[in-house]
């Protein structure tokens, strides 16, 4: 077996973790050392560079950085840490030769801990484990090490990966130590860590061009950018190259761009060889999965395996009275049509297909959280649609019907813990592990769960335990079909007439259950303006006035007691409505409303539905 040649000045290495367990901070400390990035008073997770990302605290899109460690090119890559964006953590770790697993000092290994480091795995990487956020109050890193030892052990780590070196850290505080009597200075020894632990790449310049394509970019003026590490060979600016397309065809071009990474940069060069992550452009049909080859040679890489996706919306234009006039600028069928292809190509996560000639597109993706971040990002760039229901993606195999299960882990203060037993007992949950948290005195509890029975709950979590609770889901794997599940237990109140909506009408409707428009809201016909406890829905009028009599009452006005209507947040609209309901999303507005407007429509449709029951039994 021939030696394979290394690239000792290079160092491919990314970082994965739960969700807020730190990876963004600690990049911040090594660019920091390095000196790769010059920060600001004040700034920090520079690696979370979208408005999306700041808001919610968690990294969405994978980023590369890069920066010098005695004379050697350390390349890190931050992945997210939502099993949701499982297809950027699957692609990224294609690229790299090593990861360091953070784990927090506090929480210890939590379900995405258990997703990101299965992957890991599985791709022969040996992990470096960072136990990170050592300055937390009531911290246990011991112990913590113990447990991430038994999630390698649980998850059939190899010999070579059980012997993985254990790095003491601070993110925020900007140190690193092997032991923790050692004294708490800088970075460096994690950085010799990843220097003597993480293997140079492969990399032989004499082998003809290859790079598998794991992300995409767009630039307006170069087209499509290719992005990957080179796996043989060497590429320079002007070359021709050749992408092997998935299905074997062959497709030339000519280099036009080659970019690497400088700090958060990207700078041009003249060339690049194995072992480097770059992007390059110069062919547009190209898609992740894909070879850039050398025309000497074209045979392709093995290819990506990506997990399928487990839930799907439908998405369409804004068909509301109200369309157009919240400020959004692409309004049409085909815009949207636009949009989701590009997102199709650019994220091989998500699955567009179209339906019902061409006005509908179901959309699937991960899980909810994949999808409500899409909703978003495209509510921020100037869309308006309607999105229905999510619903999970059943499989048949062999004849029978399966579904997808998650694995969830539920945190909560002692004295909730039957009431979520109990709930998730009525889901048909299956409960695996209990205990009482050594630190903190909170009970862990981890359940298997049908997909389409968590759509919803987690509201109804929230509730439970005030707020206080917290919750994790992971997909697990498909599993025969569970039968029935509970259903939405309210009704909801609809507007019956367009206007403003009145505090004197809301006053009078809040008694039957939570309202979601404040006074003068712009309200339609068929919106839902609210909940009705009672288990029916119902139409009312939220735009009636109080009359005008010649009498009058000391203080009758000003008894008007409004109680805040709740906060209309795009993940609690889509696991609220129901399959006759809609959410409608505008750059400024996220409101609730029946797939049929009007009262009799509904009532059509009802009738109909009734007839195919009755006709199909």
């Known amino acids: 077996m021939p030696i394979q040649k290394r690239r000792k000045d290079v160092r491919n290495v990314a970082i994965v973790a739960h969700v807020d367990h730190g990876k963004t901070t600690l990049v911040d400390a090594l660019l920091k050392q390095s000196g790769a990035y010059k920060f600001e008073a004040g700034e920090s997770t520079i690696m979370d ?112 990966q059980l012997d993985f070196p254990v790095v003491y850290a601070s993110g925020r505080e900007g140190w690193a130590a092997l032991d923790l009597e050692d004294e708490r200075k800088d970075m460096t020894p994690l950085l010799e860590t990843i220097l003597h632990r993480v293997l140079p790449p492969i990399a032989d310049p004499e082998q003809p061009f290859q790079m598998l394509v794991t992300m995409l970019d767009y630039d307006n003026y170069v087209g499509r950018i290719a992005i990957g590490r080179i796996a043989h060979g060497q590429i320079r600016y002007g070359d021709p190259m050749v992408v092997v397309k998935l299905n074997g065809e062959v497709i030339r071009g000519k280099v036009t761009k080659i970019l690497k990474y400088q700090g958060l940069q990207r700078v041009e060069a003249q060339d690049a060889m194995a072992g480097d992550i770059i992007s390059i452009s110069g062919i547009d049909d190209v898609k992740v999965g894909e070879t850039l080859a050398s025309p000497d040679k074209p045979e392709a890489l093995p290819t990506l395996k990506i997990d399928e996706p487990t839930i799907s919306m439908n998405f369409s234009h804004n068909t509301s009275p109200l369309a157009g006039k919240d ?28 339906v019902e000639g061409g006005e509908r597109f179901k959309v699937s993706g991960r899980g909810e959280l994949h999808l409500a971040i899409l909703i978003e990002t495209m509510r921020r760039e100037g869309y308006e649609l309607e999105v229905s229901p999510p619903k999970v993606i059943l499989k048949t195999v062999e004849g029978e ?137 119902l139409v009312v009028n939220a735009i009636r006035e109080k009359k005008q009599t010649n009498m009058r009452s000391s203080g009758a006005d000003e008894a008007i007691q409004l109680i805040t209507p709740r906060e209309m947040t795009l993940e609690f609209a889509l696991e609220f409505i129901e399959e006759d309901e809609l959410v409608e999303i505008t750059p400024k507005n996220i409101r609730l409303r029946k797939r049929y407007l009007t009262e009799n429509e509904r009532k059509a449709m009802g009738r109909v539905a009734v007839g195919k029951r009755l006709g199909s039994s």
Not at 433 to 451: D, K, W
Request: proline fraction near 4%; aromatic fraction near 10%.
């Open 49 to 160: 560079s979208n408005d999306l990302e700041r808001e919610r605290g968690i990294t969405i899109f994978s980023k590369n950085a890069s920066f010098r460690y005695k004379d050697v090119q350390f390349n890190i890559v931050d992945t997210p840490g939502h099993a949701d964006f499982g297809s950027e953590v699957e692609r990224i770790l294609k690229m790299v030769d090593g990861v360091l697993l953070l784990v927090d000092a506090y929480d210890g290994p939590m379900p995405q801990t258990k997703f990101v480091l299965k992957k890991s795995l599985a791709l022969h990487l040996k992990p470096i484990l960072v136990v990170n956020k050592i300055d937390r109050p009531n911290c246990r890193p011991h112990e913590v090490m113990d447990m991430t030892f038994d999630l390698f052990c649980e998850l059939n780590a190899t010999d070579e």
């Open 327 to 354: 400020g959004g600028r692409f309004l049409t069928s085909r815009h949207i049509r636009e949009r989701l292809t590009h997102e199709a190509m650019m994220n091989v996560g998500v699955k567009v297909e179209e």
């Open 401 to 537: 019907l399966y579904e997808p299960v998650e694995e969830v882990t539920i945190e909560v203060d002692p004295g909730y813990q039957g009431w979520v037993i109990e709930a998730l007992g009525k889901r048909r949950a299956e409960m695996k592990h209990m205990n009482m948290s050594a630190v903190g005195g909170t009970v862990r509890m981890e359940f298997l769960v049908a997909s389409r029975a968590l759509l919803g709950f987690r509201n109804e979590f929230m509730v439970m335990t005030r707020g206080t609770g917290m919750m994790y889901q992971n997909f697990f794997e498909y599993q025969p079909f569970k039968g029935d599940m509970p259903e939405r237990q309210s009704g909801v109140q609809i507007s019956q007439l367009d206007g403003k909506a009145v505090a004197y009408s809301l006053w009078g409707l809040q008694e039957r259950g939570e309202i979601f428009v404040q006074p003068g809201c712009i309200l339609y016909e068929g919106m839902i303006i609210g909940v009705n406890n009672k288990g029916h829905d």
